[in-house]
Nanobody, 123 residues
Framework: QVQLVESGGGSVQAGGSLRLSCATSGRTFSEYTMGWFRQVPGKEREFVAVISWSAFRTYYADSVKGRFTISRDNAKSTAYLQMNSLKPEDTAVYYC????????????????WGRGTQVTVSS
């Protein structure tokens, strides 16, 4: 399995930007589909974005489309989530996830997870 560590979370005002990073180790990063998810206490984990191993395919939740960009640097074994025009409803713990065999938006289909990073957007 691959190990994942998120960073880059913090507090920002509405309209601001943050860039989350997901550093990986343990296996060949370029083999993995990478996803970003978020979760608010008391709610299910929510899909945000996914990127294929080659970066040729990306897919976004409607709620973030046009504001967030997922990317990856296979040479650095790191995935990113650039978040612009942040809204209070984007407040959540953000998790990155990895899977060897699926390009999916469903949390249950990802085999490895980080511990998350908190993003707080104030109005």
């Amino acid at each position: 399995q691959v190990q994942l560590v998120e960073s880059g979370g913090g507090s920002v005002q509405a309209g601001g930007s943050l860039r989350l990073s997901c550093a990986t180790s343990g296996r060949t990063f370029s083999e993995y589909t990478m996803g970003w998810f978020r979760q608010v206490p008391g709610k299910e984990r929510e899909f945000v974005a996914v990127i294929s191993w080659s970066a040729f395919r990306t897919y976004y939740a409607d709620s973030v489309k046009g504001r967030f960009t997922i990317s990856r640097d296979n040479a650095k074994s790191t995935a990113y989530l650039q978040m612009n025009s942040l809204k209070p409803e984007d407040t959540a713990v953000y998790y990155c996830a990895a899977d060897l065999s699926r390009y999916s938006k469903y949390p249950a289909e990802f085999e490895s997870w980080g511990r998350g990073t908190q993003v707080t957007v104030s109005s």
